[in-house]
């Protein structure tokens, strides 16, 4: 609930390219959006954590002119295309970590680099990177008469990529 009345949704959905397998994103969304009450809502959010730049934008697209925003998570790195798409929905195939970008996706670059490097396969936590953060993400509008996207702008605050 926003501060001033407005209802605001929160979904969480999991990909299924190149990640452990769970219930087919496409088909649960569904699911999820027909026991939502849409009426009431003037924001609905989906974050997407997925692997594939592909299964990110397919599911922008799937979702377009339905939802507020589809916002990709999991790949540590912001893309360059927020963008409204066609029917109205805020997309960005990834909003990136925040954290320290002098990392391999902010864990300690020498100890990734030291895994490729030796084809270790070892599923071994990496030590998290700890210099400056970036903070990143976006920063979405929603028309007031209906919950689509008005705007949608990328930051970076901060550290190695902020501008
Ligand atoms: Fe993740």
């Known amino acids: 609930m926003h501060e001033n009345g407005q209802k605001i949704a929160v ?8 990640m452990r397998s769970c219930d087919n994103a496409f088909y649960k969304i569904e699911e999820v959006l027909k026991n939502l009450k849409t009426e009431d809502l003037s924001f609905i959010f989906v974050d997407f954590h997925a692997e594939a730049t592909s299964e990110k934008m397919a599911m922008g697209h799937h979702l377009d002119g339905r939802v507020t925003a589809v916002v990709g998570t999991h790949t540590h790195v912001p893309t360059a295309d927020a963008t409204i798409m066609e029917h109205g929905t805020a997309f960005q195939t990834d909003a990136g970590m925040c954290g320290d970008y002098d990392s391999v996706i902010g864990t300690k670059k020498e100890e990734f680099v030291r895994k ?18 970036t903070l990143c993400g ?26």
């Open 11 to 18: 979904i969480n959905l999991m990909g299924n390219l190149f």
């Open 116 to 133: 490729f490097a030796t084809q270790d396969t070892e599923r071994k936590r990496v030590p998290p990177a700890d210099g400056e953060g």
């Open 138 to 163: 976006v920063i979405i509008e929603s028309n007031t008469e209906n919950y689509l996207a008005k705007s949608i702008r990328s930051i970076r605050v901060g550290g190695k990529i902020g501008n």
